[in-house]
């Protein structure tokens, strides 16, 4: 499981309070990613790291923000959740020390419930 | 630009029978490809990749999938599907190495009747 742990597994939040999902590894890995996974669209890429300080967007990042001030924790946040956030967020590393180098690995996910 | 097309959003097999779940992708460059499955409420586990080592790949649980490049696909298919095989899995590709981003198919879900 690439050492990847998700913290809350569960929240229930009301509207326009601010979320904070935290992603933890503890292999070292250079590059973590939050995808949400809603019904009909598989999992779709929110923001992705590629070392400590350095993020970048990915195909849904309106909503969300994300920080890295350390190797192994990876932080979503929802400044002010809506109800459209309403969904499964999984977390994953990238391995790059074996071919294809490219292999991710998801964390448990965390299942966010917006009221 | 990448991206994957999984033609069926489900798929319903019975007992001993075989499996075929289909992918096509695009791909601007020579791509990775892999096949994820999720059981009921829990995470993705890897079923298979292709890396350009081989064009028939096997993976865990008696699944493999061939890449067809002319065909532009990656189906996944099981000679004998058991009750076990009940998931959604998932078609995903990457086209560069150095990007490190996946680009995930929309899910095929799949029924075993017993």
């Known amino acids: 499981d690439a050492g990847i742990t998700q913290s809350p597994r569960h929240k229930v939040t009301e509207t326009g309070t601010p979320v904070t999902l935290r992603c933890h590894q503890t292999?070292?890995?250079?590059?973590m990613y939050w995808y949400r996974q809603d019904p009909g669209h598989g999992l779709r890429l929110i923001h992705y790291s590629y070392g400590v300080k350095d993020t970048d967007k990915g195909e849904v990042s309106d909503g969300y923000s994300v920080s890295r001030s350390k190797t192994e924790d990876f932080l979503l946040t929802l400044e002010s959740a809506t109800s459209s956030q309403t969904s499964v967020y999984f977390c994953?590393?990238?391995?790059?020390?074996?071919?294809?180098?490219?292999?991710?690995?998801f964390g448990p996910g965390t299942r966010l419930t917006v009221l | 630009a990448q991206s994957v097309t999984q033609l069926d959003s489900h798929v319903s097999v019975s007992e001993g029978t075989p499996v075929l779940l289909r992918c096509n992708y695009s791909?601007?460059?020579?791509?990775?490809l892999f096949w994820y499955v999720q059981h009921p409420n829990k995470g993705l586990q890897l079923l298979l990749k292709y890396t350009s080592a081989a064009t028939l790949v096997k993976g865990i649980n008696g699944f493999e999938a061939e890449f067809k490049k002319s065909e532009t696909s990656f189906h996944l298919t099981k000679p004998s599907a058991h009750m076990s095989d009940a998931a959604e899995y998932f078609c995903v590709v990457s086209d560069d190495p150095g990007a490190n981003n996946l680009f995930f198919g929309t899910g095929t879900r799949l029924t075993v009747i017993p």
């Open positions: 994953a590393i990238t391995d790059t020390k074996r071919e294809p180098y490219n292999e991710q690995f």
């Open positions: 791909s601007s460059y020579s791509p990775s």
């Open positions: 292999e070292n890995h250079r590059y």
